[in-house]
């Protein structure tokens, strides 16, 4: 009961802060009662209770902060607004699965990092895990500092990332100091951790307030920029209603009053339109209405001697896409921008999923192709200036990278374009958006024009801040100056989305440290040897000690994991556009493989011991912790026929119940004979044919020791390097003319960023081939097994061999007849 007050009490903070206004303050607290949730669990080393507390919290925070758009996607797939929530809810941790990463990473930590570096390492997980997981809509805890005018200054610096991950420490620092042991000892510790967690919101003021006190740097002539809010929405339901003709003429009807509007009466040197204000294509048209559409567009451009940048489709030989098409004044159509960022099963279907009976459940989603990134096109205005700007179209805007681009490439105003009346009804929803688009502005100092269909359209200077704006749910215009202007580049815009690499280099760093730690502990004796037990050498063996909750856990990721292996073959054998792509290749490995695999290893890294026999007993030792177990208690001890999470024992005691916990180790038999030589008999086969070929079975399998070099560092990092090499060589030769050639013409980054590319294609290649040649060794032993017991080792020592041979061997030489032999 006392985690689910706390979870709801972070949930009801949650629902305050992200309604925004005054609820910003809530942000430094809203999480506190869930950590010290956290910390109580800890304290019971309980990881199902880690688990528990991070979904609970994910989905209680999707709950409070997201139940809007939910609603919005049930009303938008006609299942109902209910049903929205309900679905929302269920994938809550996929969703939102830093608070997984968070609870599990803190959990293991305390074992492995200790004291000092636990919270460190969580507040990296949750970071890192936002910045690898593609995220819908590009959330984060720092959107929430919006309505704080100084503390959401420090974007510039770190980006919301850098903002969430203060948030999350002056969190961890307001639970630290309401912790029940703390305020134990005293109002004078509790005080010193209050004011340690106080001085983030004070560090982000004062940061904040010495960056509006500097002002903004002088620019030239402003630019007086007519932005049109029609406020039509429902498009389809309107085509349906009208026709597709009177429908676009009601558009374009509208969208011409209101910019002559702005543009004869109010003055405006440019205008804006909404995405997909033009809802069909522009420069292509697919009937002859649509070229008398495009030819009025252009006329009207001519007519009121300004630029028109509007939403509208662009279509060629690849495919379609949302687009901002560019029109000027006696020269017309001077190009597009291709929205890079669609939004996933609405706007498109991934390569890997788009197959017919995916498109027969989702009817509603499209095909359109993405764009390829930041461009940067003139705005040509009748005084002869000509602006370098940048257009971002609707979820472009959640993205810092193709904001951070555009700088870099030269930009000086941001043009953001965006339909969001899908979910403009629900506050929270447009809210989020506008701030999302902000704080491109803050991380580039670049000022910017945003419109949308419906609302929020707004003018945002450098500093977030909104100059002029509409309400949502009606037509509007907005006329507003902003300073034209090259600032200096940010720390944004020189380092990039900077944050989260960084802590996902610090998670490999204290990663790469527990390793060293766990194999230091694996070299050094154990406190009790094992003398007399030549099944094991002296400084005993490396176990994990797990209860069956553990092993359920640890066990499903990495069956997942496996499956997940098999299933990207299968994927591969039928998509064709898959092998040719290599970054959605790598994102299926990373979530079909990586993260189950990762999830299930650090659970058995939580429960890693050091295993002997000596004076009858058998000695687990973890660190300063020690458990014995009389082996006169022990009747027998049997090997798990499943191998999950790893190979392992479980010992039947004297009683003829279990040990509460089961012994997951690479090379069980060695530890098996030591007991047996100790005195513990192992278990008698059972009867039955079936029985007897699954015990053949596991002794065969676990009867085989690893090969020497069959290390994992070996087989999927040296071997996918040693075959990169040459591939990456020949593709610099014929692709730029050089082994540098890729250097000379882009640099170091374009270069070292294309090699880590064929690495990592490799090592996903090395990956699926060791998956299948396991595939096919377990099924040829579990066979033997069934026909010739007495055969199975022998049978399944010679698949191992030819398995690394195939490995090893087969694809250096599968290369080199690719290179040489055409």
């Not at 636990?118 to 507040?123: F, G, K, L, T």
């Not at 082994?739 to 990956?767: I, M």
Request: proline share 5%; glycine share 12%; charged share 15%.
């Amino acid at each position: 009961m006392k985690l689910i007050a706390c979870i709801a009490a972070s949930a009801a903070m949650t629902a305050l802060y992200a309604r925004g206004g005054a609820g910003w303050m809530l942000g430094f607290v809203f999480l506190a009662p869930w950590m010290l949730a956290l910390e109580a669990v800890q304290a019971r080393r309980s990881l199902a209770g880690a688990l528990l507390c991070g979904w609970g919290m994910s989905v209680a925070f999707t709950a409070a902060a997201f139940g809007w758009f939910g609603a919005a996607l049930g009303r938008y797939t006609q299942i109902g607004e209910a049903a929205g929530v309900a679905l929302l809810l269920l994938f809550a941790p996929l969703f939102q699965p830093q608070f997984l990463a968070y609870a599990l990473v803190r959990h293991a930590g305390a074992r492995w990092l200790g004291a000092g570096l636990r919270v460190p390492a969580a507040v990296a997980a949750w970071v890192a895990v936002e910045w690898l997981v593609p995220r819908m809509l590009g959330d984060t805890l720092g959107y929430g500092l919006y309505p704080s005018r100084w503390s959401r200054q420090a974007a510039d610096l770190f980006g919301t990332a850098g903002l969430t991950l203060l948030l999350l420490l002056a969190n961890e620092g307001m639970a630290a100091a309401l912790a029940p042991e703390r305020r134990a000892m005293g109002w004078r510790s509790v005080a010193r951790r209050l004011a340690l967690a106080g001085l983030v919101p004070l560090g982000l003021a004062a940061y904040g307030a010495l960056t509006l006190a500097g002002g903004e740097a002088a620019g030239g002539k402003p630019l007086r920029m007519g932005l049109v809010q029609a406020n039509m929405v429902d498009y389809e339901g309107q085509r349906q209603q009208k026709g597709a003709y009177a429908f676009v003429r009601e558009v374009l009807d509208r969208h011409f009053a209101m910019s002559h509007d702005a543009r004869m009466r109010q003055g405006a040197e440019a205008l804006l339109w909404s995405e997909t204000a033009y809802p069909t294509t522009f420069g292509n048209p697919k009937s002859e209405a649509g070229a008398e559409f495009d030819a009025e567009i252009r006329a009207f451009v001519e007519a009121a001697g300004v630029p028109l940048v509007f939403g509208t489709y662009e279509r060629d030989g690849a495919g379609e896409y949302n687009a901002a098409a560019f029109l000027q004044p006696g020269t017309g159509l001077t190009g597009f921008y291709r929205k890079t960022r669609l939004f996933p099963f609405t706007e498109y279907v991934p390569a890997w999923l788009d197959v017919l009976w995916v498109r027969s459940a989702l009817p509603w989603s499209g095909s359109w192709t993405a764009g390829n990134g930041a461009r940067v096109r003139p705005l040509r205005l009748r005084d002869g200036r000509e602006i370098p700007v940048l257009p971002l179209i609707c979820r472009d805007d959640v993205d810092p990278g193709l904001a951070i681009a555009g700088a870099r490439l030269g930009a000086q105003i941001i043009l953001t374009m965006s339909n969001d009346s899908w979910f403009s009804g629900d506050g929270p929803g447009a809210y989020l958006h506008q701030a999302a688009a902000a704080f491109r502005s803050i991380e580039t100092r670049l000022p910017q024009f945003r419109v949308t269909s419906n609302g929020y359209s707004a003018a945002i200077d450098a500093n977030g801040e909104v100059l002029a704006g509409t309400p949502a749910g009606a037509p509007a215009l907005v006329i507003a100056d902003l300073p034209v202007q090259q600032p200096a580049p940010t720390l944004m815009v020189l380092w990039g989305d900077w944050v989260g690499a960084a802590a996902s280099v610090f998670l490999l760093l204290l990663a790469a440290r527990a390793g060293i730690a766990a194999w230091r502990l694996r070299r050094e004796p154990a406190s009790a040897p094992a003398a007399g037990a030549p099944g094991i050498a002296a400084g005993g063996v490396r176990v994990y000690v797990l209860q069956p909750r553990a092993r359920l856990a640890a066990g499903v990721a990495r069956a997942l994991a496996r499956a997940g292996l098999l299933g990207i073959c299968i994927a591969l054998l039928l998509d064709e556009g898959l092998r040719s792509n290599t970054l959605a290749l790598l994102r299926l490995f990373a979530g079909a493989f990586l993260v189950p695999e990762v999830v299930g290893w650090c659970v058995l890294l939580a429960f890693t011991a050091r295993a002997t026999v000596a004076g009858g007993k058998l000695v687990l030792v973890h660190g300063a912790q020690r458990m014995e177990l009389g082996l006169g208690d022990v009747a027998a001890v049997e090997v798990w026929r499943l191998p999950l999470p790893a190979p392992g024992l479980q010992l039947r005691m004297a009683s003829g119940a279990y040990w509460r916990y089961g012994l997951a180790v690479a090379e069980p038999m060695r530890l098996a004979q030591a007991l047996e030589l100790a005195g513990v008999p192992r278990a008698a086969r059972g009867a039955g044919a079936l029985r007897a070929a699954l015990e053949a079975y596991t002794m065969a399998r676990n009867a085989i020791g690893r090969w020497r070099f069959d290390h994992p560092l070996v087989r999927f990092g040296l071997l996918p390097l040693l075959l990169a090499l040459p591939a990456f060589h020949l593709h610099q030769h014929i692709a730029y003319g050089s082994a540098l050639g890729e250097y000379y013409s882009f640099g170091w980054k374009a270069y070292v960023s294309a090699f880590a590319l064929w690495w990592a294609a490799w090592t996903v290649g090395v990956a699926l081939g060791a998956a299948v040649l396991r595939t096919l060794i377990e099924a040829c032993t579990l066979l033997a097994a069934a026909l010739r017991p007495e055969a199975a080792g022998r049978v399944r020592g010679g698949m191992e061999s030819a398995g690394q041979i195939a490995l090893y061997l087969g694809l250096p030489a599968w290369l080199l007849l690719r290179i040489f032999g055409g």
